[in-house]
């Protein structure tokens, strides 16, 4: 058997990895393989699968080995969800492993000659190449690792949302970090040292932010889940006609070995609202409902999440007011509830300056906080919100 042909056989015989086998990269790979040993003459195919593979993977890089590594750190197969789960693997699945990383670590360092060499064509070909990489070392520590660093799409990103019901990553989140955060520091302990007790395996809270607009309630939760994203943190994103796909959510967590926060932004409901149903449960703790790796984070400007009118209080229903309570409480049920209050002139201009600062502008802090006063009136009232838009429009207008 050919040094070629021993590859493609090896290729089609993987079993944890077999996923790999369908990557672009790889199929054009031992499609060139497959052509140089059963097709020599047709050196215009052979280099147009070549070439193609070259293509595919110059949009990743241009290190075959860097590129191959990155997928099968990424994978999401047998062997790294049971050790997600802390499940036994056995001796015939780690060896099985061993002997499949050993020839990944191979076809992925397969010299760019050993291909051209074979292609008789005397023109130009583009060229990959390869690094010296231990593809079982570098995986035993990806597996070491896995609380911090879990796996599939869950070790390439740490922010995600639902789209047609399919967990999907968020290519370009907000980089905000706490650092970039001023005052409201009492605020936010209490959200850092909540969700560090979860990322430590401890009983955490599902936490209610609620208060005015642009106090900075969102960015909080978004800079945490930046801030210790390296400690095994993940964010999802849901809006609230999202809430029904809790229950899906928790059962595709539930046994990963990352820490999960459940963020729904902006959280409010109508009194005839029925999308209440799927958060009380998570809420309330029912057991097909919950999982000890989430917890729900959530803002509001209204501290009782419902809109109650007039109206409602009129309702024809026998026992409105036993619905409306149970509507109104909702918020109750959050185990931690944080407040973030409109700041006052103090504060305004003191988060004024601490961004001033960050943004290096150089219009003297006299002037600078005359004009912040001005903004603010303008724009109805003062926040942080309100402080950054300043900052950013002086910013934006010195010379």
Do not use: W
């Amino acid at each position: 058997m050919t040094y070629f042909n021993r590859m493609l056989t090896q290729m089609n015989s993987l079993v944890i990895f077999r996923a790999l086998r369908y990557d672009p990269v790889l199929i054009k790979l031992t499609d060139t393989m497959d052509m140089i040993e059963k097709d020599t003459d047709n050196i215009d195919g052979i280099i147009d699968v070549y070439t193609d593979m070259i293509a595919e993977l110059y949009k990743h890089t241009d290190d075959l080995t860097e590129y191959v590594l990155k997928a099968v750190l990424e994978d999401e197969n047998l062997f790294i969800l049971k050790k997600g789960e802390g499940l036994p693997t056995g001796t015939l699945l780690e060896n099985c492993l061993a002997n499949e990383l050993a020839f990944l670590e191979e076809i992925a360092t397969v010299p760019c000659k050993e291909l051209t060499e074979r292609i008789r064509y005397s023109g130009f070909l583009p060229e990959y190449k390869i690094s010296p990489r231990d593809f079982s070392q570098i995986y035993a520590q990806r597996v070491h690792e896995i609380n911090k660093i879990g796996y599939g799409i869950y070790s390439k990103n740490n922010i995600f949302i639902i789209k047609e019901g399919l967990m999907t990553p968020v290519e370009n989140p907000d980089p905000i970090r706490l650092s970039q955060l001023h005052d409201y520091e009492q605020e936010r302990e209490q959200v850092i040292l909540n969700t560090k007790a979860l990322l430590a395996g401890k009983p955490a809270n599902n936490v209610l932010l609620y208060g005015d607009c642009g106090t900075g309630k969102s960015s909080t939760v978004k800079a945490i889940a930046n801030e210790f994203a390296c400690e095994g943190l993940r964010l999802i994103e849901l809006k609230k006609k999202q809430l029904h796909e809790i229950p899906n959510i928790v059962e595709a967590i539930s046994k990963n070995p990352l820490k999960f926060i459940i963020f729904i932004d902006d959280l409010s409901f109508t009194e005839d609202d029925s999308d209440y149903a799927a958060l009380k449960a998570i809420l309330e703790g029912s057991v097909d409902s919950t999982a000890s790796n989430l917890v729900i984070y959530a803002t509001s400007n209204r501290r009782h999440l419902v809109r109650e009118t007039f109206t409602s209080r009129k309702g024809d229903e026998i026992h409105f007011k036993d619905t409306l309570q149970e509507l109104l409480s909702l918020s109750d049920r959050f185990g931690l509830t944080v407040t973030f209050q409109k700041p006052d002139k103090k504060i305004y201009l003191d988060l004024v300056n601490k961004i001033a600062e960050q943004y290096e502008l150089k219009t003297d802090k006299e002037e600078l906080e005359l004009k912040a006063e001005q903004f603010a009136l303008g724009k109805g009232g003062r926040s942080p919100r309100v402080a950054k838009q300043f900052v950013e429009y002086i910013k934006g207008i010195e010379n």
